[in-house]
């Protein structure tokens, strides 16, 4: 009898969990000719940018970690474009740069960041790794595996104390969801219902292992559902799709029904970070996604469709390989922070 009953209340159970409401399917987000152009542009400044950074550091004029996000641009170009400058808040973890960007901070200040120089947006003590913007709702920026997570649940539930509508974008890798402290921060999240979305942007290798060998499950949307997160897949190389995700997440969270887990299926085409030669690979892999899958090219096709001339992209292209020159030449040309700078943005307390 009693083994009966346990099996009738564990089918009780999990009838419960399966037929509890979820978020809608989303859709891929119906653009005008005016935003998959802005969207095109962002795209391209952060793959511009990325590479010029790539440059810099080959000639040693970036120091420490590099972490390009070649590839990945879809990903904060959708995501970012849905949420609401100055009430929103984005946290990610070291590959850091494009978010950065899609948060509308000027690439002078960032590029300046990386090559450690007094003008750039940490005053150069930050570098690639940990830079920070409060008055874009950029919160780092952090080299810790994870602990961008928890900080996340942090300003989610910052949000929720001041109720002031504003919902976090919390960024992680593959690598950093197999991390305890993202479980912890999903419990808390899920029980006090916080206006959090758990981005999981998940370019096939962390450091250097495939997902489908450090995982034992690689279907990373469903980390959340022991938690009662629902979670949702989506192309991470296609921007209508990301953005269409980030629609029904963001109308999920801002009703107040908690977390949503997002997993970004996406790819990088350089290695972890600038010393990494990503042998682990081949080149005919990263040769066939750029061929088949790469997000400008297919925003590129879209545009086309949507009767945008070519000539048009290459002025558009122009434009952006200036501003990335100038970025560039800003950061080459501005002073290091002086010696005094080390002794600033200290905490020092008595206990």
């Not at 809608?24 to 653009?31: H, L, T």
């Not at 849905?82 to 000027?106: E, F, N, Q, W």
């Not at 649940?153 to 890798?173: E, M, P, Q, R, T």
């Not at 921007?239 to 949503?260: F, N, Q």
Request: net charge negative.
């Amino acid at each position: 009898m009693a083994k009966a009953a346990t099996k009738k209340n564990a089918a009780a159970s999990g009838n419960q969990i399966s037929n509890r409401e979820r978020p809608a399917d989303p859709k891929p987000y119906k653009a005008s000719k005016e935003e998959l152009l802005a969207f095109y542009e962002e795209m391209l400044l952060i793959r511009r940018f990325e590479e010029k950074a790539g440059q810099l550091y080959g000639l040693g004029l970036i120091g420490g970690f590099c972490h390009l996000y070649i590839g990945q641009e879809a990903v904060v170009t959708g995501l970012q474009s849905a949420i609401s400058p100055g009430k929103d808040s984005v946290i990610t973890g070291y590959r850091d740069h494009g978010h950065m960007l899609a948060c509308g901070i000027d690439p002078n200040v960032v590029m300046a960041e990386l090559t450690g120089r007094e003008a750039g947006i940490s005053r150069g003590k930050g570098g690639s790794m940990h830079m920070f913007s409060v008055e874009h709702g950029f919160y780092g920026g952090h080299g810790i595996v994870g602990a961008q997570v928890s900080l996340g649940a942090g300003l989610a539930f910052a949000h929720k104390y001041k109720d002031d509508g504003g919902v976090c974008l919390s960024y992680f890798g593959d690598g950093a969801a197999n991390q305890g402290q993202v479980y912890e921060s999903f419990n808390m999240a899920e029980l006090w219902k916080l206006p959090i979305i758990f981005v999981i942007e998940n370019n096939q290798y962390a450091m250097g292992t495939s997902v489908n060998r450090a995982s034992s499950e690689d279907q990373l949307y469903k980390r959340g559902e022991s938690f009662r997160i629902p979670g949702i897949q989506v192309d991470g190389m296609d921007v209508l799709a990301v953005r269409g995700a980030a629609e029904t997440a963001l109308d999920w969270v801002r009703a107040g029904k908690g977390p949503v887990l997002l997993e970004m299926k996406t790819y990088r085409y350089r290695g972890h970070s600038m010393s990494d030669p990503a042998k682990y690979r081949s080149r005919e892999e990263v040769q066939s996604v750029r061929e088949k899958s790469d997000p400008l090219e297919r925003l590129k096709a879209q545009l086309f469709e949507a009767g945008v001339k070519e000539d048009d992209l290459k002025v558009m292209e122009k434009e952006i390989r200036k501003r990335v020159n100038e970025s560039a030449d800003f950061a080459e040309t501005s002073p290091e922070p002086d010696v005094a700078e080390l002794y600033t943005d200290i905490l020092v307390e008595q206990y």
